[in-house]
């Protein structure tokens, strides 16, 4: 029974993370329609920030995932106005290539400028820290990250359900031109969009230097698994991306503990199947 | 047609058949005779999680071409006081980056043969990259060199063109069960059971499978089982198998950033096994052990070569000195060396054989043993199948940051620290 809760912590605390990373996915993909491809590579360029904060300054991550989420929020934006704003009205695949290209982009400066190899924040605040509860285990890296996913994707939620901002993202996100108008700056609620679901992921990518190396690939799996939690939530639904994330660590802690562990991605892969073929608008979606 | 134009194509047309009788066309040849070059292609994996060891690697190789292109009388090594070889011919190395996927590894081993047109391969570091890129130049006739690759299963092929440097893990895992029963010989370790983590790739999977055998044939019970996926977003499942069955022992096949992942979540998940010994793996990256501090010590595993091995291979130093300059400072590693000897030997071999005939340079290469200052062994020779018969390593253990020598205790500098030091002991 102890195995069971713990492989159940480690899956929720993983989940959550995959939470944080889906949820700013989620913003852009469920407002704009927009599919960021370059979502792995903005949780890469936050890990890398915060790395380099750490390295160079000292600036431990549990600090510097603040100046993360603010680049990420600041490249979002950028991507938004020199990118994304330029293939608004044109076929939806002009969008899904347009932020391909961009992954591709940023990857490789990565690479040129880092080079591929792979960093490790030594000496952090929580970096080996555990909590004890009786026999069960709570890593503090990830019990922090998972702490600040709820407190992200709670508060991202609020913003977009109970304030006037809200309400016009909603409004743009249901149809763009009678919110316009109705007076809604729909540009700058696009650009606004773009950087918070950057500064999600950003928040989430500044906090992982503490337990996980750095390279320019590190993206690519967690960007992946992001889009299966957006799908899996239903299309634009926050609460849904973050059951998703839960649910996708929960899975893939338990298929492989109980039946291997190169079992765990066929199982979370096998689950996203299963949801769009029975339920095709995910679970939480309209 | 416009008269002009139909000059103007007559000449193109002259000028395309001239260049290709003098050699300059897409069916050059990759022994230049004008330039009197010859052209070796490197298969490394220069991105990806394990690209630190992939750029070592092809850093080792330019340090032996460099040696064997100049005159170096300082070093003492074969063909370090001539320049060139087979009256001054030139190596010139092209390089591709497989990223460590067999996929890639295999359309590089196509390019760099068909298109860039070189006489021979050398890589791939990854045991899944070689085989299916040594397939292609064994297909082509051309003679491929694998330095650091250990999969036993390279060189149960019989294949003609291919040659291996380091050790198998089939030779490694005898090795390691042979520590694990002089521990219990020498120190009454009680080591009765093993666990085996390994990435699910050729390398890692082979590497379990000669682990479990040797394990099987030592009187070792294999309680773990545990392969993963590399590239994993985390390894919490995998550790908690281990922990779940709590073996006395682990053997690991662990590369790159997935190793650091390994060692972090072990150590949040409070659980350490009383000896861990690594295949050739993260464990040899002198990075990642310097990053990882003192979560790095008292881990074990083998290796061709580590700094501290230099009273036994008193050669190296100087070649070392024209490798740093390439790595930013960062020395051989088991590894690495492997490759710089596979440059040298085929260097020798095309030497001696006096020709730049894939199928002579092979046959010397079986035929004969080499001089190999850079091989903890001293000597490399091939037996069938493309092994080096004479490939040694030592097992050491991280104590303080330095490898240090352990077993077989002939060769050892220090004591082995048994059982590993606890987390919060440390």
């Not at chain 1, 989420?69 to 938004?80: D, E, M, Q, R, S």
Request: hydrophobic share 50%; aromatic share 10%.
């Amino acid at each position: 029974m102890e195995n069971f809760v713990q492989v159940l912590i480690d899956g929720m605390l993983s989940g959550m993370i995959y939470a944080l990373v889906a949820a700013g996915l989620c913003l852009i993909w469920g407002v704009m329609d927009v599919i960021n491809f370059a979502h792995g590579e903005y949780l890469m360029i936050a890990m890398y920030v915060s790395y380099w904060l750490g390295f160079l300054a000292g600036v431990d991550p549990v600090i510097s995932m603040i100046a993360s989420g603010v680049f990420i929020f600041i490249l979002g934006a950028l991507t938004y106005k020199l990118i994304i704003h330029y293939t608004i009205g044109k076929p939806p695949l002009a969008a899904l290539l347009a932020t391909f290209g961009l992954a591709m982009f940023l990857k490789n400066i990565c690479l040129n400028r880092f080079s591929p190899n792979f960093l490790i924040l030594s000496d952090t605040w929580l970096g080996g820290k555990t909590f004890q509860l009786g026999g069960l285990i709570i890593p503090a890296p990830q019990l922090a990250a998972g702490i600040l996913s709820l407190l992200v994707v709670g508060l991202v939620y609020l913003l977009i359900n109970s304030t006037r901002f809200g309400w016009a993202v909603q409004a743009t996100a249901m149809d763009r031109e009678a919110a316009e108008l109705m007076g809604i700056n729909t540009e700058r609620i696009y650009i606004l969009i773009f950087g918070i679901g950057g500064a999600c992921v950003g928040i989430a990518g500044g906090i992982m230097p503490s337990y996980l190396a750095v390279h320019p690939e590190v993206g690519s799996l967690f960007g992946l698994i992001a889009f299966i939690c957006v799908a899996m939530g239903g299309f634009g639904s926050i609460p849904g991306a973050f059951i998703a994330g839960i649910l996708v660590g929960v899975v893939e802690a338990i298929a492989g503990f109980y039946i291997a562990p190169v079992f765990k991605y066929i199982a979370v892969f096998g689950l996203y199947l299963a949801v769009v073929f029975l339920r095709p608008r995910g679970l939480f979606g309209w | 047609m416009d008269h002009r134009l139909l000059r103007l194509n007559s000449w193109i047309v002259f000028l395309a058949v001239v260049c290709l009788l003098l050699g300059f066309g897409p069916c050059a040849g990759s022994v230049q005779a004008a330039e009197k070059i010859i052209k070796i292609g490197t298969i490394f994996p220069l991105t990806g999680p394990v690209a630190t060891a992939g750029q070592r690697c092809q850093a080792a190789v330019q340090t032996a071409v460099e040696v064997i292109n100049n005159k170096h009388p300082e070093i003492k090594v074969p063909l370090a006081k001539q320049a060139g070889i087979l009256g001054g011919y030139k190596i010139v190395l092209v390089h591709a980056d497989s990223q460590g996927k067999p996929d890639v590894g295999k359309a590089e081993a196509e390019r760099l043969i068909n298109q860039e047109g070189v006489w021979a391969l050398i890589g791939s570091y990854n045991s899944a990259v070689s085989k299916p890129a040594s397939f292609v130049a064994e297909r082509a006739k051309r003679i491929f060199m694998c330095g650091s690759s250990s999969s036993a299963a390279l060189t149960q092929r019989d294949m003609k063109y291919f040659f291996r440097l380091a050790p198998t893990d089939a030779t490694e895992s005898v090795d390691f069960v042979e520590v694990l029963k002089w521990l219990n010989k020498k120190k009454k370790a009680g080591i009765r059971t093993l666990g085996v983590i390994y990435e699910n790739s050729e390398f890692g999977k082979h590497a379990a499978l000669e682990a479990k055998k040797a394990a099987a044939a030592g009187g070792f019970k294999v309680v773990a089982d545990v392969g993963f996926n590399p590239g994993a977003t985390n390894l919490n499942s995998e550790v908690q198998t281990l922990k779940k069955n709590n073996p006395d022992a682990v053997f690991g096949a662990v590369l790159g950033a997935d190793y650091s992942l390994w060692v972090r979540t072990m150590k949040q998940a409070n659980f350490l096994p009383k000896i861990i010994i690594n295949y050739c793996s993260g464990y040899q990256d002198p990075v990642i052990a310097k990053q990882l501090g003192q979560d790095a010590d008292f881990f074990m595993g083998s290796s061709g070569y580590s700094p501290q091995f230099a009273s036994l291979m008193p050669a190296v130093a100087a070649v070392e000195k024209i490798f740093k300059t390439k790595t930013g400072g960062v020395p051989f590693d088991g590894n690495s060396i492997q490759e710089a000897v596979a440059m040298l030997v085929l260097a020798q071999a095309i030497e001696k054989a006096k020709s730049l005939d894939p199928d002579k340079v092979a046959k010397v290469l079986h035929e004969n043993t080499w001089v190999s200052p850079l091989s903890l062994g001293g000597k490399v020779k091939f037996v069938r199948g493309g092994q080096n018969a004479m490939a040694k390593s030592i097992v050491t253990q991280l104590q303080g940051g330095q490898y240090k020598r352990i077993y077989p205790e002939k060769m050892a500098d220090a004591q082995i620290i048994f059982p590993m030091k606890p987390w919060d002991k440390r």
